[in-house]
């Protein structure tokens, strides 16, 4: 296997990938990141795992799929077909689970709703998303976050590739938006499990490391 695709999360586009591509792409790898449809504020956890089928088709080739924080929820329901899965700091839920499920369907304050529009959105970003990070990198990545729709954490999921496919955890310790207990929790439907001592987005503050995982999952 050379192929991996790699799934954001909530708020986050393809564009949060890059360092970990660029790696992945120098050992050889044809690595590829797709948006979320749900990221535009609007669309569903349909949408996002018929992107993920789509990509995973594009492909080509049997390939590895990672998915950070939601992104987990969109790759348990779309990537039957993958050869592997990694949940990078992700929710690994069961059929019939949803992300509002996991979180007793109580959002934490930094994450502004919107009712009317039924979207969301990440507040407080370089203390709670990107603790670990530079902060140039943080400032930069906050301005680029966009509202997802409350219906893709609030659908519960109808399949659980995990269930099928190879699967990696990736607990990252110091996590402040998922926390590292739920995440060990979670980490126990996974084959394998590595931990990192990262905060939420590893892509940016240890890609090196991530990046090394995923190879080790190919």
């Not at 909530?10 to 790898?29: F, K, M, Q, Y």
């Not at 990221?39 to 799929?65: F, M, Q, T, Y």
Request: proline share 6%; charged share 20%.
């Amino acid at each position: 296997m050379s192929a991996v695709l790699l799934v954001p999360g909530s708020w986050h586009g393809a564009w949060c990938w890059e360092d970990v591509i660029d790696r992945l792409t120098a050992a050889g790898v044809d690595a590829r990141a797709i948006d979320l449809p749900s990221n535009d504020g609007a669309s569903g956890l349909a949408d996002d795992a018929a992107a993920v089928r789509a990509a995973i088709a594009e492909l080509g080739e049997p390939a590895v799929v990672v998915g950070h924080s939601y992104g987990g929820v969109a790759i348990s329901e779309g990537a039957e077909a993958a050869a592997g899965l990694v949940y990078l700091c992700a929710f690994m839920l069961d059929v019939g689970e949803s992300l509002l499920d996991a979180m007793q369907h109580q959002l934490p304050d930094w994450i502004e709703l919107d009712e009317e529009a039924g979207s969301h959105l990440a507040t407080r970003t370089e203390e709670v998303l990107y603790a670990d990070c530079p902060p140039d990198v943080a400032a930069a990545a906050g301005a680029r976050l966009t509202r997802q729709s409350v219906a893709a954490i609030a659908t519960p999921q109808s399949a659980a590739a995990w269930k099928t496919v190879p699967s990696t955890y990736v607990v990252c310790e110091q996590d402040r938006a998922v926390p590292p207990p739920a995440q060990d929790a979670m980490s126990a439907r996974a084959g394998t499990v590595h931990r990192l001592p990262a905060s939420h987005s590893p892509f940016f503050s240890k890609p090196d490391e991530v990046a090394e995982i995923v190879l080790a999952a190919l």
